[in-house]
């Protein structure tokens, strides 16, 4: 047997592994479609790494991460970068601990598991752009992300996103943007408002007065954090530059 197929025959009969639950699906799900959006674009893999807390955010545990790693489906750098640089950077990580700054690609053998993994699920990272793609189409005024006054409003004319909460999932055109696992109160009473408005275009700041607490500071940091860890990156938050409100739009591709 060619070590090809052997390394074919193995990966296959991990499929099989109690190992492979819903949580870990849903996180290899977000590692495939970093890695096709990769391929799409031509770009380094490494430029559409996924940070260990969206992982985590998805369902995956620090052991799931550990065993990816030991199989060789997955590899790990530390992310030097910041948010304001142009480009990412990185420096190759070592073993099997990870901080909040680790960052995972799928390998080949890797992307070759994960396809066998999902493969009908209907979390292929190709169905999920391609039910983006039919998003964007329905809104043709998504030519800027940054225009509330016009995108907005005429997106939501087309597709609106849902909060479940009781599962405390947000989702838009059936695919998961974010699942909390743990307690998110400020995000949560967002979410809920958008939810009980219709997702209006915008809403007004609905976080309980704090007199300890410096409340456009406070909204500030729960819409950042709402952008954060996407399972699929199809939302965006932003304030409305009084820090007194929110408004939410649709993401621009990344094809």
Not at 65 to 93: C, H, I, P, T
Not at 183 to 195: K, S
């Amino acid at each position: 047997m060619s070590v090809n197929k052997k390394a074919r025959v193995d990966w296959v009969r991990d499929t099989t592994s109690p190992l492979i639950n819903e949580p870990f699906r849903a996180g290899l799900a977000v590692l495939w479609r970093a890695y096709i959006c990769a391929q799409y674009t031509g770009a380094n893999v490494w430029n559409h790494s996924v940070r260990i807390g969206r992982l985590y955010e998805a369902g995956m545990t620090g052991s799931d991460l550990r065993w990816m790693v030991a199989k060789n489906f997955a590899a790990n750098s530390l992310e030097m970068s910041g948010y304001q640089d142009a480009n990412r950077s990185f420096r190759r990580g070592s073993g099997y601990s990870f901080n909040n700054d680790a960052c995972l690609i799928l390998t080949r053998s890797g992307a070759a598991f994960a396809e066998h993994v999902l493969r009908g699920t209907g979390r292929s990272p190709q169905a999920t752009l391609s039910a983006l793609a039919a998003v964007v189409n329905r809104s043709s005024a998504l030519a800027s992300s940054w225009q509330p006054a016009v995108t907005s409003t005429r997106a939501n004319s087309e597709v609106k996103p849902c909060w479940d909460a009781v599962r405390r999932e947000l989702s838009l055109a059936g695919l998961i943007v974010k699942r909390f696992r743990v307690p998110a109160r400020n995000q949560e009473t967002i979410l809920c408002v958008f939810e009980e408005e219709g997702w209006a275009e915008h809403i007004q700041d609905p976080l309980p007065v704090t007199h300890d607490i410096d409340a456009p500071t406070r909204l500030h940091d729960a819409i950042n954090r709402l952008n954060r860890c996407q399972i699929n990156p199809l939302l965006r938050f932003h304030g409305d530059g009084k820090g007194t409100g929110v408004f939410w739009e649709l993401s621009q591709p990344d094809m």
